[in-house]
């Protein structure tokens, strides 16, 4: 066999955090703190600064492509490292990581309060996705290995993603208060104390790493590089069409790059005697399902947040503390939503519940795109909808990936899973970004629009909102024909 040949994987026994697996979520109160607050700064993060765009727009007299990588940096990042963050983690110890992750967002959310310009901004941006690529993953690895039983081990995860989900319900309604008496840097400055409580519970409640448990394979550098360009390389492309125009080489040069990129890491992770990423797993039905029904969501999720933002504040007129309040349907859903989860899954069964929640997203973002102009009432039912299919597809379909997985292989199962959620946030920013920037003449973030400007806004509502149920209800489709394929987890690989 040549060395550059996929070598067999022996199968590694169940790691544990502890000797002594805790027998109850009390006994891991201090973990599961540590690790909700990590989760708690991902979901926070991705809508505290929604409502806070059209400010930052006009205080740093950004651009609509600046305005787009303001929120799209970190998503880039975020889901363009966190694969090699997750490798790094399981060969030189997880808690290790998730310790330093805390430090640089700490000092990443201080840095906000010297920002003078947009590009400052985006470099902060940048440093914040970063510390959650290293944290973020962990947070669902840790949990799942630090209970012995598979009912343990679901009720912390749930708790882990609620505490992620009250994070992303109250966000845009918090920052729109704090936007009403304060100014915008305070919105990544509540960071901070996130960051600290994380550094507390994971330190005190998160036992160091056996060493026998981590991998001891060479990590895949060319395959994380590669990985790692696909995605930013992707993301990046739309932008540059829309500042340059389609007649201008870079866009072009940088698509055909992110294209070679995505290939050559294939063939790589086909071809490395230790690969990054073992695509066979991916092809698991539960697996590939899983990451489509998440992706949708997450496309959603953002694109909805970002449209309907900047509808209520700069086309309606409202100020941020009432567009804040226009979110309010959207924050009892997620709130409330926990309760019937269970009851809904029991009934229906895992593999239906991720698919008809997954359909639900869709079905929110159509009503938006369709009706969304005609009265906020329409809005409100697009956001309800949105909402109650994230709140279920976010436990299910994750749940659904690591059921999928050998045991061996839930840390890169929830990398996978959240870069998947990352990538289809930026996915969903760069559609309604590079739509607007494409339809909308002059800078979106100034005062007073002409009728003209006015009706370019509209229509490019309608069109993004249209592009992204598109894209969302190809994915479902995707999802939806892959679970049919089976259900049962796969054998990890073995020694021949």
Do not use: C
Not at 157 to 163: A, Y
Request: no cysteine; charged share 10%; proline share 5%.
């Amino acid at each position: 066999m040549s060395s550059e040949q996929t070598a067999p994987i022996v199968p590694e026994p169940p790691v544990r955090v502890g000797r002594h697996a805790p027998r109850s979520l009390r006994d891991a109160w201090m973990a599961l703190t540590g690790l909700s607050a990590v989760f708690l700064f991902e979901m926070l993060d991705n809508s505290i600064l929604n409502v806070a765009l059209p400010t930052i727009g006009r205080d740093l007299h950004a651009s609509t492509a600046g305005l787009q990588w303001v929120t799209g940096a970190y998503a880039v990042v975020f889901g363009g490292s966190m694969l090699a963050f997750g490798a790094i983690a399981d060969r030189y110890g997880r808690r290790r990581v998730m310790l330093i992750g805390p430090v640089l967002l700490g000092l990443a959310s201080l840095a906000t309060a010297f920002v003078s310009s947009t590009e400052e901004l985006i470099a902060v941006r940048v440093g914040m996705g970063i510390a959650a690529a290293m944290t973020t993953p962990g947070s669902m690895a840790l949990a799942f290995r630090l209970f012995a039983a598979d009912d343990l081990r679901v009720k912390a995860m749930t708790v882990i993603s609620t505490v992620g989900l009250v994070g992303l319900a109250i966000g845009p309604m918090a920052g729109g208060f704090v936007l009403a008496i304060a100014p915008w840097q305070v919105l990544l400055l509540v960071n901070v104390p996130i960051a600290a409580l994380a550094i507390v519970g994971v330190r005190l409640g998160v036992p160091a790493d056996d060493p026998a448990g981590l991998h001891r394979d060479p990590i895949d550098l060319a395959g994380a590089a590669l990985g790692t360009a696909a995605i930013v390389l992707a993301l990046i492309a739309p932008t540059l069409f829309v500042e340059q125009g389609i007649e201008a080489w870079m866009p072009w040069l940088v698509t055909a790059a992110a294209v070679a990129a995505g290939v050559f890491f294939v063939v790589r992770q086909r071809t490395a005697r230790h690969p990054l990423l073992e695509l066979s797993l991916i092809a698991h039905p539960l697996v590939s399902s899983g990451l489509a029904f998440k992706a949708a969501a997450a496309i959603a999720t953002a694109g909805l947040g970002y449209l309907v933002t900047l509808q209520l504040q700069l086309d309606w007129g409202w100020p941020p503390a009432l567009a804040a309040l226009g979110m309010l349907p959207q924050v009892v859903v997620l709130l409330a939503g926990g309760a019937v989860i269970t009851p809904f899954v029991r009934r229906v069964g895992m593999e239906r519940a991720a698919w008809m929640s997954a359909s639900a997203v869709v079905a929110g973002l159509a009503v938006y795109a369709v009706l969304g102009r005609f009265g906020y009432g329409w809005i409100a039912v697009a956001l309800v909808l949105v909402a109650a299919g994230i709140r279920v597809v976010g436990v299910v379909a994750g749940t659904n990936v690591l059921r999928g997985l050998p045991e061996s292989r839930t840390t890169i199962g929830a990398a996978l899973t959240d870069t998947a959620s990352e990538v289809a946030s930026g996915v969903g920013l760069a559609v309604a970004g590079t739509v607007l920037a494409g339809l909308f003449a002059g800078s979106i973030a100034t005062a007073g629009w002409t009728a003209q400007q006015t009706a370019e806004f509209r229509e490019a509502v309608t069109v993004a909102g249209l592009a992204l149920t598109v894209v969302a209800g190809a994915l479902v489709l995707w999802g939806f024909l892959r679970a049919r394929g089976g259900a049962e987890a796969p054998e990890a690989p073995t020694a021949s």
